[in-house]
């Protein structure tokens, strides 16, 4: 069973609170005004009847209702200025809570938001956490905790007057209250639960609805469309069904509620008019004493309801907290070694295990490796041989388990991670472009970059004629994830991104695998200014790109078993002997010789 949150979780988030403690006093201050305001309308109510109607009083008729006039009026500016006061707040915990878990996300390593499950849960989980629980908290605090105190004063109130009023009469609704709000209560838990449900029923509508629109290319391709409008078309239904029964069980509850709170508003009539023709009560005092009773019935209900909202409040804090305080594996040390200037782009792996979380298999085993300044170097082996896995240790996306990972002789955990990541550079098979446009992202490799910088990082990289040729050139917004441009039009930008950024190392993951023959052309031609002078290790499915390296390493099963220039390996490497055949479409010359 899953164990519910504490509401005191809410506690840790009253610190956010604090460089506004003004603010909240003065909030305080308003809503004690209204809440008190509310009270005395009780009795001008009476003083109106009494003294004005009854007593046939002009005088102090108008004299009741200029004090109630006044009253009012101090409740509408009273009431304006909390809810002014307290929304702000409320929306400005949520803003800064924002801030916090995403600037504390960033700092977390990659593998924390690939997990389908455990901790992290996903990016697209740790996303709603961000948006959907943050709006609950914002709910709670800007809206639910101050209707929260005003009816909780308000209640107090109400009880202390009626008390005043008619001791007896108020022993008969303090026991009524319960009997006639607990029942209602009751029902609107069943109804609270079937529109929960009706609202997973549109959400899975709406994921439906986006899955089969995103891949609209591969629903016509297999002339699915009839099978998706009926999918469709039967989740329509459900919602239907499920928000029609939602809707018979609120007109129950309204029905209901009107009859129990009116039932017993008549009672308390009853009751209260043989007092009056008995002489015991005025007529004043009784209409106070039903708008107390009232008043004090619609706190009980209100503060129940919030204690909903302080139940789910601490659900959403409990899922956000978690992320502040999940701590990042990989961080800086107390005293990072600065890298020497210029970096070299000297690398050494030394002995280097690693091994996947929730894995047995090791990704890397006992890896010695030197790469030279400047050298070209490329990693080739089987899908799982572990050359994404080097790439991802030098970026120190991970830390070896065992063994170390050098550059120019300085351990990387004794590094800052940042100042590590300023010197390297990687061009990934499906580079990640964001929403923004082409300057925008090519801006990512250098921030302060002038346009005449990003043209010519882009003529390197050869895409200044088609981003000249975008319809506001460098400033067209390239759309969610650079979705306008082409599998090699975005190849060329992350290059040109690379460029600008100036590394002394360069990765390349498989950066020319998914081209055509024409992209892949243009593409390395980037690739091979890109590398030039500096050190590049180059991950390469496709061994006809990488032949010319300096040098190739042979991975397999986390192992570097040969190593050399492509003739040589030819003649040493069974495993890149065969590798070579199934790409070349031949058996190599010096296997056939031999």
């Known amino acids: 069973m899953t164990q519910r949150p504490d509401p005191r979780i809410l506690l840790r988030l009253l610190g956010l609170l604090r460089p506004y403690r003004w603010r909240l006093v ?34 102090r008729l108008n004299q009741a209702l200029g004090m109630l006039l006044v009253v009012v009026s101090v409740l509408a500016m009273a009431s ?37 499950d455990g901790e992290g849960g996903g990016a697209g989980e740790i996303t709603s956490r961000l948006t959907a629980d943050t709006s609950v908290l914002q709910t709670l605090f800007g809206s639910s905790l101050s209707l929260a105190l005003r009816n909780l004063l308000m209640l107090v109130g109400s009880v202390i007057l009626m008390l005043v009023t008619q001791p007896w009469l108020s022993a008969i609704v303090l026991l009524g209250i319960p009997a006639t709000v607990l029942p209602i209560l009751w029902y609107g838990r069943r109804v609270r639960r079937l529109s929960r449900f009706s609202q997973d029923r549109v959400a899975e509508l709406g994921r439906y609805a986006g899955e089969a629109l995103a891949g609209i290319r591969t629903v016509q391709a297999f002339h699915h469309e009839d099978i998706e409008r009926h999918d469709y078309g039967r989740r329509v239904e459900e919602a239907f069904a499920s928000a029609v029964q939602r809707t018979r069980q609120r007109a129950w509850l309204t029905g209901i509620a009107m009859l129990v709170v009116f039932a017993a508003v008549g009672v308390m009539l009853w009751q209260g008019g043989q007092a009056v023709l008995a002489g015991t009560m005025t007529a004043g005092e009784l209409s106070a004493f039903v708008f107390y009773a009232v008043l004090a019935a619609g706190a009980v209900a209100t503060l129940a309801e919030v204690a909903g909202d302080v139940q789910r409040a601490a659900g959403a804090a409990e899922r956000l907290l978690e992320l502040l305080d999940t701590r990042p594996t990989i961080h800086a040390p107390i ?33 010695d490796l030197h790469v030279r300044p400047g050298e070209r170097v490329a990693l080739v082996g089987p899908s799982g041989a572990g050359k994404s896995t080097l790439l991802a240790l030098l970026l120190r996306f991970h830390d070896p388990d065992s063994g170390i990972v050098r550059l120019d002789g300085i351990d990387l ?51 200044l004629d088609f981003l000249e040729a975008l319809p506001l050139g460098l400033d067209t917004p390239l759309g969610p994830g650079g979705v306008q441009l082409s599998g090699g039009q975005r190849q060329r930008l992350a290059i040109a991104r690379a460029l600008l950024k100036a590394p002394r190392v360069l990765l390349l993951d498989e950066a020319t695998s998914a081209l055509d023959a024409e992209s892949e052309q243009l593409v390395q031609q980037a690739l091979d200014r890109l590398m030039h002078g500096r050190t590049s290790l180059v991950i390469a499915h496709r061994l006809a790109t990488v032949v010319a390296a300096d040098r190739l390493l042979v991975l397999d099963q986390g192992r570097l078993v040969a190593s050399g ?13 065969r590798l070579a055949e199934l790409q070349f479409g031949q058996t190599p010359r010096s296997q056939s010789t031999a």
């Open 335 to 367: 005293n990072p070694r600065p890298l020497p200037e210029p970096v070299r782009g000297d690398i050494r792996l030394e002995g280097v295990d690693f091994t996947y979380s929730g894995r047995t298999q090791a990704a890397l085993a006992g890896l």
């Open 413 to 463: 955990r004794d590094l800052n991670p940042q100042d590590l990541r300023r010197h390297l550079g990687l061009v990934a098979q499906q580079p990640t472009l964001f929403t923004g446009s082409a300057a925008e992202n090519l801006r990512y490799g250098k921030p302060g970059a002038s346009l005449e910088e990003l043209r010519t990082a882009a003529r390197d990289a050869n895409a």
């Open 565 to 577: 220039r492509h003739d040589e390996l030819l003649e040493s490497s069974p495993l890149y002997r």
């Open 26 to 59: 003065l909030a305080g201050v308003a809503l004690l005004l209204a809440a008190s305001s509310v009270l005395i309308l009780g009795q001008g109510l009476r003083l109106v009847i009494d003294q004005g109607f009854l007593a046939a009083d002009r005088a």
């Open 80 to 116: 304006a200025l909390r809810y002014y006061l307290v929304t702000w707040i409320g929306e400005r915990l949520a803003g800064d809570l924002r801030r916090r878990v995403f600037d504390h996300l960033l700092d977390l390593e990659p593998g924390f938001f690939e997990a389908s």
